[in-house]
C-alpha cells in the first residue's frame, strides 16, 4: 500500500492534503508534516494543505490559500476523515485528478482510487511514519515534530489500547534519525489556561452519574461563558475522566450558540460507542466520539441510549 501511495506522489506534480473539520493534532500533523516531507523529497512539486486555519493548534503550523482552479490538476491525499461530508475545503472529490484516502478511523464512504484505512493504527500520524520509512520519502526534523505531536495527542500519550509495539518503534526509530526535543513539544500540546482548568474542576464537580456507569454533563451557554472559556474546551477536556471506578461511558454536551448546536463528546472504557453516535448526526472510533446535535431533546435521547449501552455492556460482561 505505502509503495502504491509513493508511486501516485511521485507522479503528480501538484498535490493538495486534507483533512476533517474542526482537526486535532493528528489531522494537522499528518497534512502539515507529509507536505514538508514531500517537499523535501520532491523540491519542484507544488505542495498544498487546505483546510480552516486554528489557532489553538497555531503551533503544529499553517494552511495554505489554493486556488480551487488548480484542484482538476491535483492529487488529493485526505487524511484522517472517514467520510466525505467532512473533509475541511473540499466540496466534490471529482474536481480532483486523482484521490488517495489516508486513515484510521472506521471506514463511513469508501473514496479514492487508493483507500489505505486501517482502523488498528494509533494515528495517521503513525501511518504517514510508516509511509515513509516503507518507501524512499525523505524524512524531516519538522515533520518529525509534527508526526509526534499528532500520535502523542491521538493515543493520549500512549495510553490508549491501539499503542502497540510497532508505535513504539517506529516513534523511536524517528527520534533516533531526526533528534528531535520531544519532551519540549509537551509544553505545547498540554499547558492550558488557568480558565480551562477552572472548568475541569466544575465539569467534574457536577458530573452526573447513573446507576449503569454512563457519565455525563450538560453546559450551557451560560455555564461556558461564566468560565469564560469557548464551546469547544469540554470537548478537548473529555479525555481527562478516563479511570473512574463508576464511569464507563462519559458525555459532554457544549452548547454553541454561535453555531446554533451543541457539541456531544463521548468516550468509553469498554462499551462501543460510535453506532449510538452514528444514529446522531456523529460517529467516530470505537471508543471515542463525537456528534453535533440541535436540541437538548435529542441529548436526552442520547443519554438514553448511551445508558442502554452501559446496561448491556455490564450484563454481557457480567459486571457488578
Ligand atoms: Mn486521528
Known amino acids: 500500500m505505502e509503495k502504491e501511495i509513493y508511486k501516485k506522489i511521485k507522479e ?8 476533517h473539520i474542526g482537526p486535532d493534532p493528528d489531522a494537522l500533523g499528518s497534512t502539515i508534516g507529509l507536505k514538508d516531507i514531500i517537499k523535501a523529497t520532491f523540491p519542484k512539486k507544488e505542495v498544498f494543505v487546505i483546510g480552516a486555519s486554528t489557532s489553538k493548534f497555531k503551533y503544529i503550523g499553517n494552511v495554505d490559500k489554493v486556488d480551487k482552479s488548480i484542484f482538476k490538476d491535483a492529487l488529493l491525499i485526505v487524511c484522517d ?63 518529525a515534530e509534527k508526526l509526534f505531536m499528532g500520535l ?8 490508549f489500547y491501539y499503542t502497540t509495539a510497532d508505535t513504539m518503534r517506529i516513534v523511536s526509530k524517528m527520534i533516533d534519525d531526526t533528534h528531535i526535543n520531544f519532551t519540549a ?17 466544575y465539569m467534574y464537580q457536577n458530573l452526573i452519574v447513573t446507576e449503569n456507569g454512563l457519565g455525563y454533563i450538560k453546559l450551557t451557554d451560560e455555564i461556558i461563558r461564566s468560565f469564560d472559556v469557548d464551546p469547544a474546551s469540554s470537548g478537548n477536556l473529555v479525555n481527562n475522566f478516563n479511570n473512574i471506578d463508576e464511569v464507563l461511558v462519559w458525555v459532554t454536551f457544549s452548547e454553541d450558540v454561535k453555531q446554533d448546536q451543541i457539541r456531544v463528546n463521548v468516550r468509553s472504557r469498554g462499551p462501543i460507542i460510535n453506532k449510538v453516535l452514528e444514529r446522531h448526526n456523529g460517529g467516530g472510533h470505537k471508543y471515542a466520539s463525537g456528534a453535533r446535535i440541535k436540541t437538548f431533546e435529542e441529548m436526552e435521547s442520547i443519554i438514553n441510549d448511551l445508558d442502554e449501552v ?3 455492556y455490564k450484563k454481557e460482561n457480567k459486571i457488578k
Open 81 to 143: 476523515t472517514p467520510d466525505l461530508k467532512r473533509i475541511d475545503g473540499v466540496n466534490d472529490i471529482s474536481d480532483f485528478k486523482d484521490v488517495i484516502k489516508i486513515d484510521h478511523h472506521p471506514e463511513i464512504d469508501q473514496f479514492g482510487s487508493i483507500r489505505w484505512v486501517d482502523d488498528t493504527k494509533s494515528s495517521v500520524c503513525q501511518m504517514i511514519m510508516e509511509l515513509i520509512y516503507n518507501t524512499k520519502l525523505k524524512m524531516t526534523k519538522y515533520a
Open 310 to 312: 452501559c446496561l448491556n
Open 12 to 19: 503528480n506534480e501538484i498535490i493538495i492534503l486534507a483533512r
Open 152 to 159: 502523542v495527542s491521538d493515543t493520549n500519550r500512549f495510553l
Open 185 to 201: 513539544l509537551y509544553d505545547d500540546l498540554y499547558r492550558r489556561p488557568l480558565s480551562e482548568i477552572r472548568l475541569q474542576g
